[in-house]
């Protein structure tokens, strides 16, 4: 067994050991490949990096970038010195702020899980997934954009019994909702990702496993319960061999993301500690400070994935293939004749291409192309919508616009964050609670029932004066002076 000593004497660049959950390994080879850049990594060299690895990579992912014999180990524990956090005041505070969290019954909106999960995430977490590209014009537009199409209820229905139960890509769902992919759970709760598939399996709704999950791909897989349906989100990796090894129901490729979008709350958390106060900026550290965590990660993308691989990807599964962040008619028709079995309307969540229109909006034209190339619905192509779905009436205003179903990420994230799977099964039971009101209040009984008269969606392109305010642009604007008097 290797003394923690004899690790610390590994520790530069060309001879470089690290210790990962009790085990060591030789990462000299593996540092200029690191996606994340060499210099992070040797921040932890000749040390335990356990704790900065856990929250960011999947549990294998060291094994599985390393030839066997760079594993050279276990650590004799004894000789690791116990590494004594000092809590800041923030941190303490957040502490306290998590324990004081209102319970989990007087949680009454999907809002109130982001409203917690503001207060109680470590700054840096909140900072990653809260963050959007640019201006973040679009990621409150996708909000807005709900808020511009208006119901038009039917009266005097008999809505004694309302079912709200649907069927997704051939699976039953209980919501016509299901967890859409946000990436790196565990900086946000210890379980990470499992929270959500613990809860789906609980109450029959379908998680997209994200691509860039804090829990591994088994790990899911064994906490889901034996015929629990899954998808899979797929960035395409440059090693498009890796592509071949995952198997599930659905492959929802990631299309709107070549590179990742600038997401500025995410990329100053570099200039701060992660409790939030600022941190005295090292020169020598190299550590990348333009990057946030998200960009940090990103090399593996593959920018040159075109229409052209879509048959390969046809060839290495049966799985249906839907193609994630997909924003016109065009592409919409391409993906159609391409074999694809369905699009989601997706921006990203606003953190790709800001100033992109939200995914309700360009429902209304897609629906409209489709509707020229074949039957509608076409049982054999799902239109998904995502991007700002918080409430019940959200999902009923883009089903009655013609999407199969809804994703929602941020929302189920946030509701694990705060609560862990308990919060998620709670936000099930709102989604489900406000489309049960809201559907007997249109005068719908079941998804079929929805219509696209029940929605007048006439203000839905309108941005004049809907458009979400440029707040940095407006804070640093210097407003022009008029004449001034003499003396004055
Ligand atoms: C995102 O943050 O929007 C993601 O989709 C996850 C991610 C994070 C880092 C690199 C690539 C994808």
Redesign the pocket.
């Known amino acids: 067994m290797l003394s923690a000593q004899t690790v610390a004497e590994h520790a530069s660049q060309d001879n470089c050991w690290i210790i990962i959950h009790g085990q060591v390994y030789d990462i000299t080879s593996f540092i200029p490949e690191h996606p994340g850049g060499s210099k992070i990594i040797l921040k932890y060299a000749g040390k335990d990096a356990t704790e900065a690895y856990e929250p960011i990579h999947p549990p294998n992912t060291i094994k599985d970038n390393l030839t066997p014999d760079k594993h050279l180990g276990p650590v004799d524990p004894s000789t690791v010195t116990k590494v004594v956090k000092v809590l800041s005041e923030a941190e303490k505070q957040r502490q306290v702020l998590l324990e004081n969290r209102p319970p989990l019954d007087e949680i009454l909106n999907l809002h109130d899980f982001e409203a917690v999960a503001k207060v109680v995430l470590p700054p840096t977490a909140w900072a990653?997934y809260s963050?959007a590209s640019d201006d973040e014009i679009t990621i409150r537009e996708n909000r807005a954009a709900f808020q511009r199409v208006w119901f038009r209820p039917r009266i005097l229905v008999n809505v004694s019994t309302i079912d709200y139960s649907s069927t997704i890509l051939g699976q039953r769902s209980s919501l016509p909702v299901y967890i859409s992919?946000?990436?790196?759970g565990k900086l946000g709760h210890p379980d990470g990702e499992l929270n959500l598939t613990r809860a789906a399996g609980k109450h029959g709704v379908i998680q997209m496993i994200?691509?860039?999950a804090s829990c591994s791909f088994d790990e899911i897989v064994d906490a889901a319960q034996p015929n629990q349906p899954l998808f899979l989100?797929l960035?395409v990796n440059r090693d498009r061999e890796i592509t071949k090894t995952i198997r599930v129901k659905a492959l929802f490729i990631?299309v709107d993301?070549p590179q990742?979008?600038r997401?500025e709350k995410?990329m100053r958390m570099k200039f701060v500690g992660s409790d939030g106060t600022a941190k005295v900026q090292d020169g020598m550290s190299g550590v990348k400070k333009d990057e946030g965590?998200?960009?940090?990660?990103?090399s593996?993308?593959d920018p040159s994935l075109c229409w052209d691989d879509i048959p390969w990807f046809q060839t290495i599964t049966n799985m249906a293939i839907i193609l994630k962040g997909v924003s016109t008619p065009e592409d919409a028709i391409l993906a159609l004749e391409s074999g694809c079995q369905g699009i989601v309307l997706s921006n990203?969540?606003g953190?790709?291409l800001d100033t992109s229109r939200s995914g309700l909006e360009n429902l209304i034209d897609i629906v409209a192309a489709l509707k020229t190339r074949g039957p509608w619905p076409n049982p054999k192509f799902s239109v998904f919508v995502d991007g700002g779905v918080r409430r019940g009436s959200d999902v009923l205003k883009a089903l009655a616009l013609g999407a199969t179903a809804v994703g929602v990420g941020r929302g189920f994230l946030y509701a694990f964050c705060s609560y862990g799977e308990a919060g998620v099964e709670k936000a099930f039971k709102i989604l489900g609670d406000e489309l049960e009101m809201n559907m007997r209040l249109l005068g719908a009984r079941n998804l079929k029932e929805i219509k696209p008269e029940m929605v007048d969606a006439s203000g839905l392109r309108s941005h004049a004066g809907l458009t979400p305010t440029d707040n940095l642009y407006q804070s640093t604007y210097q407003p022009l002076r008029l004449a001034e008097f003499k003396g004055s």
């Open positions: 990653y963050s992919a946000t990436a790196l994200p691509t860039l989100q960035y990631t993301a990742l979008g997401r995410d965590v998200a960009r940090a990660i990103s593996f993308i990203h969540g953190r790709q």
